[in-house]
């Protein structure tokens, strides 16, 4: 019994043993049928899956909210660097990599487009690459994806570098593409980085841009009113703050009745980001501060301090359009209303990419013209109504002595 008991143990054992083995090497089997090599061969990194015929680039551009994309259009060069088993020199001789040598993808433009979401950021993708391609025998081609030069003004360039690896197999009766893989190999960022260049709005094969061309702001004050003194200075505070995608480096320039470009002009910087500036300084009847540098999106505030006399409206001119958005502080009376106000005027609006005017205009108070007669007309009753009782007076003593007599 002892004896049997053993027997059957081993066997059961043996049998456990080449049931783990056998599922083993078919994970092993399927493993080395599903992984890829990270860089195409030589890394022992894999990357799992298959990527079906092609990948898409997501093109970002940082661009502050409610300002208009430029028309400018992002290509991009997706050239053929190695294949594998192949020599270099072959490859880039040999005509029978012509048709696949590159891909020059359709460009992805924003224009017409204004940013609305809120967030400092655009996006579209590109067309599937690669596309359905004649390759002239199966191996692991490996290119080069970089973004073409963009000239328009405002646009920076996109930084981000990619190795795209193609892998082409045998399949029935001919060639297929079996995955596609995408490593970031730019200094922007981690070198040798794999990501998801499944297509999608979300993947990981992604170019980015930022738009930020600058506008000018010109704050403007009018005293009006036939007995205004338009001597008298009033305290003005305009608060500027920057948009998000503020490039590093970045400064603005103001100066008073002048040209920002003249070299009295004071200097701030700005950037990288939001960045939020204060400038106070007095203006009187036809002057002005003027701006420049200011990047689309900037948003501002003008301020001018409390006169009781005077009363207080503005008229905003947004990107070479007139503009509603004038504001006025809680608590105020309307801009516009004749009687004479005891409040700041802020007026609050965000710049665009063409010049933008804030004009402030102060009228004073009526004054009414008033004569001798008007402003002396209670006195002359009281003295009238004196004299009238003291006439009545001295009548009826007469009249009374005159009786007796």
């Known amino acids: ?112 487009m204004k940013n609305t979401t809120g967030d400092s950021m655009m996006k579209q993708t590109s067309a599937n690459i690669p596309a359905a391609t004649a390759f002239p025998h199966a191996g692991v081609y490996t290119y080069q994806v970089t973004e073409k030069a963009v000239s328009a003004l405002g646009v920076t360039s996109s930084g981000e570098n990619y190795t795209m690896n193609v892998y082409v197999k045998n399949g029935a009766s001919t060639l297929e593409v079996y995955a596609v893989t995408v490593i970031l190999t730019s200094d922007i960022g981690d070198d040798n980085k794999k990501v998801d260049p499944e297509p999608g709005d979300d993947n990981g094969f992604i170019f980015v841009n930022s738009y930020t061309p600058t506008t000018t702001l010109s704050v403007q004050k009018t005293t009006d009113g036939d007995f205004a003194d338009r001597t008298l200075s009033f305290g003005y505070t305009v608060t500027i703050t920057t948009p998000s995608n503020t490039p590093a480096n970045s400064e603005i320039r103001y100066i008073k009745n002048g040209d920002p470009a003249d070299s009295g002009a004071t200097v701030e910087p700005i950037g990288p980001g939001a960045t939020t500036k204060t400038v106070t300084m007095d203006l009187k009847h036809e002057d002005a501060i003027n701006f420049s540098g200011l990047p689309a999106g900037t948003v501002y505030t003008v301020t001018e301090a409390q006169n009781p006399n005077y009363r207080l409206t503005a008229s905003v001119t947004e990107g070479g359009t007139g503009a509603s958005n004038v504001t006025v502080e809680s608590g105020s009376v309307t801009v516009g209303d004749s009687r004479p106000v005891s409040t700041n005027l802020v007026a609050t609006t965000g710049t665009g990419e063409k010049p933008n005017v804030t004009a402030v205009t102060g009228t004073y108070r009526a004054i009414e013209i008033t004569g001798l007669v008007t402003e002396n007309l209670p006195f002359i009753l009281i003295g009238a109504a004196a004299i009238g009782g003291l006439a009545f007076f001295l009548v009826s003593r007469v009249r009374r002595a005159n009786e007796e007599d």
């Open 1 to 112: 019994m002892e004896t049997a008991r053993k027997k059957n143990g081993v066997i059961a054992i043996a049998m456990a043993a080449l049931l783990s083995l056998g599922l083993l090497l078919g994970g092993v089997s399927s493993a080395f049928a599903a992984d890829i090599p990270k860089d195409g061969g030589s890394s022992s990194e894999t990357i799992t899956g298959v990527f079906g015929s092609g990948a898409t680039i997501t093109k970002k551009l940082m661009i502050a909210p409610n300002v208009e994309a430029p028309d400018a259009g992002f290509a991009f060069d997706v050239a053929l660097k190695s294949v594998s088993d192949h020599a270099d020199s072959e490859v880039s001789t040999n005509a029978a990599y012509d048709s696949v040598r590159s891909w020059s993808t359709a460009a992805v433009n924003f224009a017409g």
